[in-house]
Antibody, heavy 121, light 107 residues
Framework: EVQVVESGGGLVQPGRSLRLSCAAS????????MHWVRQAPGKGLEWVSS????????VYAESVKGRFTISRDNAKNLVYLQMNSLRSDDTALYYC??????????????WGQGTRVTVSS | DIQMTQSPSSLSASVGDRVTITCRASQFISSYLNWYQQKPGKVPELLIH???SLQSGVPSRFSGSGSGTDFTLTISSLQPEDFATYFCQQTYRTSFTFGPGTKVDIK
C-alpha cells in the first residue's frame, strides 16, 4: 500500500526556520518525483516545490523561492522541506504528494495527511 | 505563470442533479489538466487526469472534457458523498498551478 506521511510541523516565530519531512513507503521511491503543496486555513491549494527522482530538477513557487529548500534521500525514502525566514503567510497545512510522471499529465496521485505549520509570535 | 480560474466558485445542488464545473487556463495547456476532490478536513484525491481519464477507483458518474484552455468536470448524478470542493490543476508548466476551487454543497 502506498503511504506518504508528513512530519515536522509546529508553531514557529516569524523569521525562524522549520524542516518538514515526508516518509514514503509502498512504492519504488526513486522512480517518482515528489512535491510539497500547502493549504492556508480556509483557502485553496498552492503548489510549493518539487524534486525529481534523482534530485536533478528542483523547482519552487515564487512565493518561497530563496527561503525554502527541497531535498530527498532515496536511501531512506524521505523528502524534506527546509523552510527559512518564515512569514505569517506561510501558515498552512503542508502536504507531500507523489507525482505519477508515467502519465503525460503528471497527476499528483497520492497525498499525505499533511503537517500543520503556524507562523506566529 | 499560468493562471487557472474556475466557475462557479460555489454551487448548491440536490442529490441526483447533473453538475458541471468549468476550469479555464490563462494559456494553452493541451490536456495537462487534472481534477481533485477535497472533502472537508480531508486530503485532496485525484479524480481525473489528462483532462478526461478517470483515475482508478473513481465512480463513472465523474467525467472530464476539454483541451487547450477550457475544461469541464461533470458529475452526471450527484450523490451525497460528492459534496466537496473540486480543484483543477495544470501540469503543463512547472508552476503546477491549482484553480481556486468550486465548492459543491447541498441545496
Amino acid at each position: 500500500e502506498v503511504q506518504v506521511v508528513e512530519s515536522g510541523g509546529g508553531l514557529v516565530q516569524p523569521g525562524r526556520s522549520l524542516r518538514l519531512s515526508c516518509a514514503a513507503s509502498g512504492f519504488t521511491f526513486d522512480d517518482y518525483a515528489m512535491h510539497w503543496v500547502r493549504q492556508a486555513p480556509g483557502k485553496g491549494l498552492e503548489w510549493v516545490s518539487s524534486i525529481s527522482w534523482n534530485s536533478g530538477t528542483i523547482v519552487y513557487a515564487e512565493s518561497v523561492k530563496g527561503r525554502f529548500t527541497i531535498s530527498r534521500d532515496n536511501a531512506k525514502n524521505l523528502v524534506y522541506l527546509q523552510m527559512n525566514s518564515l512569514r505569517s503567510d506561510d501558515t498552512a497545512l503542508y502536504y507531500c504528494a507523489r507525482m505519477d510522471d508515467r502519465i503525460a499529465a503528471r497527476p499528483f496521485d497520492y497525498w499525505g495527511q499533511g503537517t500543520r505549520v503556524t507562523v506566529s509570535s | 505563470d499560468i493562471q487557472m480560474t474556475q466557475s462557479p466558485s460555489s454551487l448548491s445542488a440536490s442529490v441526483g442533479d447533473r453538475v458541471t464545473i468549468t476550469c479555464r487556463a490563462s494559456q494553452f495547456i493541451s490536456s495537462y489538466l487534472n481534477w481533485y476532490q477535497q472533502k472537508p478536513g480531508k486530503v485532496p484525491e485525484l479524480l481525473i487526469h489528462s483532462a478526461s481519464s478517470l483515475q482508478s477507483g473513481v465512480p463513472s458518474r465523474f467525467s472530464g472534457s476539454g483541451s487547450g484552455t477550457d475544461f469541464t468536470l461533470t458529475i452526471s448524478s450527484l450523490q451525497p458523498e460528492d459534496f466537496a470542493t473540486y480543484f483543477c490543476q495544470q501540469t503543463y508548466r512547472t508552476s503546477f498551478t491549482f484553480g481556486p476551487g468550486t465548492k459543491v454543497d447541498i441545496k
